[in-house]
Structures are given as structure tokens and as C-alpha cells.
Nanobody, 123 residues
Framework: QVQLVESGGGLVQPGGSLRLSCAAS????????IGWFRQAPGKEREGVSC????????YYVDSVKGRFTISRDNAKNTVYLQMNSLKPEDTAVYYC????????????????WGKGTLVTVSS
């Protein structure tokens, strides 16, 4: 049974940093891409970043480029999202999802989802 468990969310001031973790079980990162998505209140779920299987190619949406970094630890079967220079507009529930392909612009096609972790950026 595939499980994805996010952690690391919380309340942070603008300009601050958080590191999210996505711990995967029931699948291996060698064969699955992991994407980070977010959903703010009243808005649709949107892609944030993705790291591909095997080659580990990374993708980012324009709004987070230069501020967020995705990485993975295959030994721990865990993917991380380091978020720096956070802005109030980054406030959302952040989800990780798994699929053989990075479908950063098509979240509805991702196979497996975690339950999310809330990130609140506020002074």
C-alpha cells in the first residue's frame, strides 16, 4: 500500500524559511516522480515543483523559482522542499504526490497523494 506523509509545515513570518518533507512507503523513488502541489483557500490546486524518477531532474513553477529547492534522499525514500524567502501568497496546504512522470501542470493525473501540511506565512 502506497503512503505519502508530509511534514514540516507551520507558521512563519514573511522572509522566513521552512523545509517540508514527504516520506514515501510502498513505492521507490527510482521509479516514481514526486511533485509538490499547493492549494490556497478558495483556489485550485496548483503545481509547485517536481523531481523526476531516476535522473532526478527538477522542475519549478515561475512563482517559486530561486526561492524553493526540491531534493530527495533515496536511502530514506523521502523528498524535501526547502522554501526560502517565503511570502504571504505562499500560504496554502502543501501536498506531495507520486506518479511515474512529473505532471506539475496536471495534478489530476498524479497517482498517489498525501494528506497535506499547512504552511502559513504571516506577520
Amino acid at each position: 500500500q502506497v503512503q505519502l506523509v508530509e511534514s514540516g509545515g507551520g507558521l512563519v513570518q514573511p522572509g522566513g524559511s521552512l523545509r517540508l518533507s514527504c516520506a514515501a512507503s510502498g513505492l521507490t523513488l527510482d521509479y516514481y516522480a514526486i511533485g509538490w502541489f499547493r492549494q490556497a483557500p478558495g483556489k485550485e490546486r496548483e503545481g509547485v515543483s517536481c523531481i523526476s524518477s531516476s535522473a532526478g531532474i527538477t522542475y519549478y513553477v515561475d512563482s517559486v523559482k530561486g526561492r524553493f529547492t526540491i531534493s530527495r534522499d533515496n536511502a530514506k525514500n523521502t523528498v524535501y522542499l526547502q522554501m526560502n524567502s517565503l511570502k504571504p501568497e505562499d500560504t496554502a496546504v502543501y501536498y506531495c504526490a507520486a506518479d511515474p512522470w512529473c505532471r506539475i501542470h496536471s495534478p489530476q493525473l498524479m497517482d498517489y497523494w498525501g494528506k497535506g501540511t499547512l504552511v502559513t506565512v504571516s506577520s
